[in-house]
């Protein structure tokens, strides 16, 4: 069973920056997409950026033009570059793959780590 791990959560100022990355314990193959999430106390997870396997990527109104999602295939790495954080930033992010083997879809989940944006 492929484990996602993220890493990079901490706290920031606002203004700031952070780089999330999510490791897998094994190279993962048929892979569909690749995604972070989000979830702020109190609220739905939500989408923040997402990048098929093709290199197309989409991200969140809200986070548009300050992160940016990529991948290191070779590392197995996904990660996340957030630039210009904002207190409304201020949630518990989550790394997630979605698999393909034929006909049948696989979803992987990290345990998320923790952003803090605040002075």
């Known amino acids: 069973q492929v484990q996602l791990v993220e890493s990079g959560g901490g706290l920031v100022q606002p203004g700031g920056s952070l780089r999330l990355s999510c490791a897998a314990s094994?190279?993962?193959?048929?892979?569909?997409?690749m995604a972070w999430y989000r979830q702020a106390p109190g609220k739905q997870r939500e989408l923040v950026a997402a990048?098929?396997?093709?290199?197309?990527?989409n991200y969140a109104e809200s986070v548009k033009g300050r992160f940016t999602i990529s991948r290191d295939n070779a590392k197995n790495l996904v990660y996340l570059q957030m630039n210009s954080l904002k207190p409304e930033d201020t949630a518990d992010y989550y790394c997630?793959?979605?698999?393909?083997?034929?006909?049948?879809?696989?979803?992987?989940w990290g345990r998320g780590t923790q952003v803090t944006v605040s002075s």
């Open positions: 990048m098929t396997s093709g290199g197309s990527t």
């Open positions: 094994a190279r993962i193959f048929g892979i569909n997409a």
């Open positions: 997630k793959v979605d698999r393909r083997d034929g006909t049948v879809m696989y979803y992987y």
